[in-house]
């Protein structure tokens, strides 16, 4: 009785002692409550302080989630709405001539072309600044004539054309020698 009780505390709401234990303990004739089937009400009891919590708890959970989603995609869409009024705002404050050369239909991209360079100052602040990792950088890098490494590249590569070239006159001379 004292774990069922316990049980009931927990739960918070229920009359366990005036529905279950009163009535389980009363002998007396002139109070007409008495638990009748005594084994099966404690049993269904049980069950129902057991898995009501749980059950409930789960389903309140699955309602907070599903409202905390539906709150998300609100307030989502909300912020776009808000940021198209902003930007017609801002486009209505703008001069006429600016969002004229802002305003294009069509731009032509060329990849291959070269971006325009301010010279001197933008080599310098992009090698102090830039990325290291950039095709910018190592182009940068491989235009430097007082790098080491690009010269032992030069030489290797100079070397290299020295052995093939080397290895190409004695396939032919291998051939004559095979021919005679």
């Given at each position: 009785m004292s774990l069922i009780r316990t049980f009931s505390m927990m739960l918070g709401e229920i009359d366990f002692l005036g529905t279950y234990v009163k009535p389980f303990y009363m002998t007396n004739e002139e109070e007409k409550a008495f638990l009748p089937f005594p084994l099966p009400a404690f049993f269904v009891l049980g069950?129902?302080?057991?898995?009501?919590?749980?059950?409930?708890m789960n389903l309140l959970i699955g309602l907070a989630v599903g409202?905390?989603?539906?709150?998300?995609?609100?307030?989502?869409?909300?912020?776009?709405?808000?940021?198209?009024?902003?930007?017609?705002?801002?486009?209505?404050?703008?001069?006429?001539?600016?969002?004229e050369r802002v305003d294009k239909i069509e731009i032509i991209e060329y990849p291959n072309d070269a971006k325009a360079k301010l010279g001197f100052i933008d080599s310098i602040l992009r090698k102090w600044?830039?990325?290291?990792?950039?095709?910018?950088?190592?182009?940068?890098?491989?235009?430097?004539?007082?790098?080491?490494v690009v010269t032992e590249l030069g030489k290797a590569k100079n070397k290299l054309k020295e052995i093939t070239h080397t290895l190409e006159v004695q396939q032919q001379l291998l051939r004559l020698i095979v021919q005679v």
């Amino acid at each position: 009785m004292s774990l069922i009780r316990t049980f009931s505390m927990m739960l918070g709401e229920i009359d366990f002692l005036g529905t279950y234990v009163k009535p389980f303990y009363m002998t007396n004739e002139e109070e007409k409550a008495f638990l009748p089937f005594p084994l099966p009400a404690f049993f269904v009891l049980g069950l129902f302080m057991v898995l009501m919590p749980i059950l409930l708890m789960n389903l309140l959970i699955g309602l907070a989630v599903g409202d905390i989603e539906s709150v998300r995609r609100n307030a989502q869409l909300k912020r776009l709405a808000m940021q198209v009024i902003l930007h017609t705002e801002l486009e209505r404050k703008l001069p006429q001539f600016l969002l004229e050369r802002v305003d294009k239909i069509e731009i032509i991209e060329y990849p291959n072309d070269a971006k325009a360079k301010l010279g001197f100052i933008d080599s310098i602040l992009r090698k102090w600044f830039g990325n290291p990792f950039s095709d910018d950088a190592l182009d940068m890098v491989m235009d430097n004539g007082e790098d080491y490494v690009v010269t032992e590249l030069g030489k290797a590569k100079n070397k290299l054309k020295e052995i093939t070239h080397t290895l190409e006159v004695q396939q032919q001379l291998l051939r004559l020698i095979v021919q005679v």
